[in-house]
């Protein structure tokens, strides 16, 4: 549902990365990861991001979103593990006290623009 | 799509909820000058946030001095419930902001705006009923907490991970309805317990005021934490 505001923060950041020197080109991809345990559903994002890219240099741009996983470390045997269904407990010993260390993401990685100028040091 | 012109990739690598995150900070150190405790209180529409906090604010009000934001998508009902209560009262409607189905940081600082923080040791934020989008939005609180009522799923917590994770304390509210329903109680517990183990759950009843000491002990304790580090 707040999937369109995020769509206009992803617009913003994306537009504001264009290099000064391909001001006014358009932007083919932009490169996201989102997390497994973020609030965040990817054909909903792609959505509103399509909408709000309309008549901007991101228009037709695609959203390649790239997911991850729920990793954790158990703060009581350091066991490291991928955390599949929404059970937050060490495989291991069972403890509770888990770190997460990854899983909440909500990261624009790159963009790419497509240089029509002709540049060769892509 | 075949692109004839080649493709430049730009690294960017940032958060995309810096601009949100960022605004959530300067409100959490406006509200740690001030020594305010904030408590950003979340759950399903229906859950019985807003009696939950006119019994909490009756039972705070000799000892600590509070105030609330209370967020909905449209209608001043909540914030005219919560005003009978004395305690200043700030409304966000989200239809303003396009109809948010959450609090967002730079709503809060605009709300704060009509509160004297000075005057404040505890304010609750009643965010928008929904278990999804606000677990994703800081807004510069101390503690989230969601409350859970026993008219819902025993699975909550295992359909909205996201929210139960991110929470400081758990209720579990309108237990006083529990002798008329077939609520598996030890399952929802546990499925808490799963999803964030230690996590403190109260079991609270608006209606009849079962367990609301603990709670305003928790919050009470909490505000101690943050007065103590405020150097107050």
Not at chain 2, 29 to 36: Q, S, T
Not at chain 2, 190 to 215: K, N
């Amino acid at each position: 549902m707040h999937e369109m505001g995020i769509a206009l923060q992803i617009l913003e950041i994306a537009q504001a990365s264009i290099p000064a020197d391909l001001a006014g080109a358009r932007v083919a991809r932009v490169n996201l990861r989102v997390g497994r345990l973020t609030a965040v559903v990817a054909d909903s994002l792609r959505f509103c991001f399509e909408i709000a890219a309309r008549e901007t240099p991101l228009a037709g741009a695609e959203l390649a979103i790239e997911e991850v996983p729920v990793t954790a470390r158990c703060g009581s045997c350091g066991e490291r593990w991928t955390i599949t269904e929404p059970v937050f407990l060490c495989r291991s010993c069972g403890g509770g006290g888990l770190e997460i260390l990854s899983g909440r993401e909500l990261d624009i990685v790159s963009i790419e623009v497509i240089d029509a100028t002709g540049g060769q040091d892509g | 799509m075949a692109e004839k012109a080649p493709l430049r990739e730009v690294r960017v690598v940032g958060r995309v909820l810096a601009v949100n995150e960022r605004m959530a900070e300067e409100n959490r150190r406006r509200f740690a000058a001030r020594g305010v405790f904030v408590v950003n209180v979340m759950s399903s529409p229906g859950s019985g946030k807003t009696s939950l906090l006119q019994k909490t604010l009756a039972a705070l009000a000799p000892r600590v001095s509070a105030a609330v934001i209370v967020g909905d998508v449209a209608t001043t009902h909540d914030a005219e419930r919560l005003a009978v209560t004395g305690v200043p009262v700030v409304q966000v409607n989200t239809d303003a902001f396009g109809g948010d189905c959450h609090l967002a940081a730079h709503v809060i600082e605009r709300a704060a705006e009509d509160l004297d923080l000075g005057a404040i040791d505890l304010l609750f934020v009643e965010n928008v009923g929904n278990l999804v989008c606000p677990a994703e939005f800081d807004i510069g609180e101390d503690a989230r907490v969601v409350v859970l009522s026993v008219t819902e799923g025993e699975d909550k917590p295992v359909k909205y991970p996201a929210m139960f994770r991110t929470c400081h304390a758990a209720l579990l509210n309108k237990i006083d309805l529990l002798p008329h329903l077939d609520y598996d109680k030890a399952r929802a517990l546990a499925y808490i317990r799963q999803v964030h183990p230690g996590m403190p759950v109260f079991e609270t009843s608006a209606r009849t005021g079962e367990g609301l000491a603990a709670w305003v002990d928790w919050l009470l304790a909490g505000l101690e934490r943050k007065r103590a580090a405020a150097g107050r």
